[in-house]
């Protein structure tokens, strides 16, 4: 059976976030992606933990600006430990705008977005160190350019010694950096024609340090709309990619860096005038074709096919219902989600 795993974005409430990943693991997923803007991440899939019991649980992904490695790793020992060994850790950087906006509430101690790479590498290292010091019960040292530990004594009992971790990268020196040390990636947006770039950007940072490239899982991201109405699928496509090029700076960059910078610039205009269904419309047939996946459940059981051929080795699917206009929870969210989640189900 073709790995497959299933994104969740948010949409609908905590518990019924939590129905559809063990809808999700009754289907034969291999694993749900959970972002952290919409709920704490490790405590829902805690949660998800004593209601599934095969589907791997992750973070999809958890963010090195929010949280500090030695909280990390605690977080994940817990999670690994609950579902017994079926936690993957998803890390990225995050975006500056959400740590403007929710991390930095103390005027006297401004929150560092500064060397975000450097960040993503000493994270790894310390969750991973830490780790290994609770399976055998040393103390943990570390000293890095941003992080110094100093004879730390984890109180974890991990179920492993080491977990899976994954990044979030859009950017080429991301992915290198995910060849060098990570176990996967997580980008999103990828079009079909550019997963070529992205597996020669992470070959370029395994070879690099001597690693198999192919040790390196390619997950991607496909935004899916399962509908009959292909119209309105494109539509739901269309506000999905407006609502993240108008949000955030990194994917006004990485929609720029593909040849789309005038329609960048008119979107984020709209959205600055408050009108997003402008935005939205603006997102020509050819964008959002390049990447998404939409209309019949064979049409996009096709195109994840494709992905697969060019060298994806995990398609993640994430869910988006054809009245998509934004990422608060209604009922048509929660029945969409639900409805795609069946309807590209493995086997």
């Known amino acids: 059976m073709d790995r497959i795993g299933v994104g969740f974005w948010g949409g609908m409430a905590v518990n019924e976030l939590i129905d559809c990943i063990s809808l999700a693991d009754q289907k034969g997923y291999e694993s749900a992606y959970l972002i952290e803007s919409f709920a704490d991440a490790f ?5 998800c933990a004593r209601e599934t019991s095969k589907i791997i649980l992750a973070t999809g992904v958890a963010t090195v600006f929010t949280r500090n490695p030695t909280t990390i790793a ?12 079926r936690f993957r850790l998803g ?3 995050g975006h500056s705008e959400i740590h403007r906006a929710r991390d930095n509430p103390e005027p006297g101690r401004p929150f560092p977005f500064d060397r975000p790479l450097r960040r993503l590498r000493e ?9 290994k010091g609770a399976t055998e019960g040393k103390h943990v040292n570390y000293s890095g350019q941003i992080f110094r530990i100093t004879d730390y004594e984890p109180w974890l009992h991990p179920y ?4 899976p971790c994954y990044f979030g990268a859009l950017s080429e020196k991301t992915l290198a950096l995910a060849g060098e040390i990570a176990d996967g990636i997580l980008p999103i947006f990828v079009p079909l024609d550019s997963v070529p770039e992205v597996l020669s950007a992470v070959q370029r940072g395994a070879r690099r340090v001597g690693r198999d490239p192919s040790a390196i ?4 991201y496909l935004p899916c709309c399962v509908s009959p109405d292909p119209a309105a699928a494109k539509r739901a496509m269309q506000y999905v990619t407006a609502i993240h090029i108008t949000a955030y700076g990194l994917y006004a960059q990485y929609f720029e860096r593909h040849g789309h910078a005038e329609t960048v610039a008119r979107m984020r205009a709209c959205a ?3 009108d997003m269904d402008g935005a939205a419309a603006l997102v020509a047939d050819e964008m959002v074709d390049a990447f998404a996946v939409y209309g019949s459940a064979e049409q996009c059981h096709q195109k994840i096919t494709r992905y697969r051929e060019a060298g994806v080795t995990l398609p993640i699917v994430y ?8 990422y608060l929870p209604d009922a048509a969210a929660r029945d969409g989600i639900r409805y795609t989640i069946e309807a590209l189900a493995p086997g």
């Open 319 to 326: 869910p988006i219902h054809p009245t998509f206009t934004n």
């Open 43 to 47: 405590g829902v899939l805690s949660a």
């Open 160 to 163: 492993r010694d080491t977990i």
């Open 74 to 85: 605690t977080a994940a020992a817990t999670v690994d430990a609950i579902s017994a060994g």
């Open 91 to 93: 890390l990225g950087i």
């Open 123 to 131: 994270t790894t290292d310390v969750v991973r160190t830490i780790l």
């Open 217 to 220: 899982d390619i997950g991607c």
């Open 272 to 274: 600055a005038r408050g």
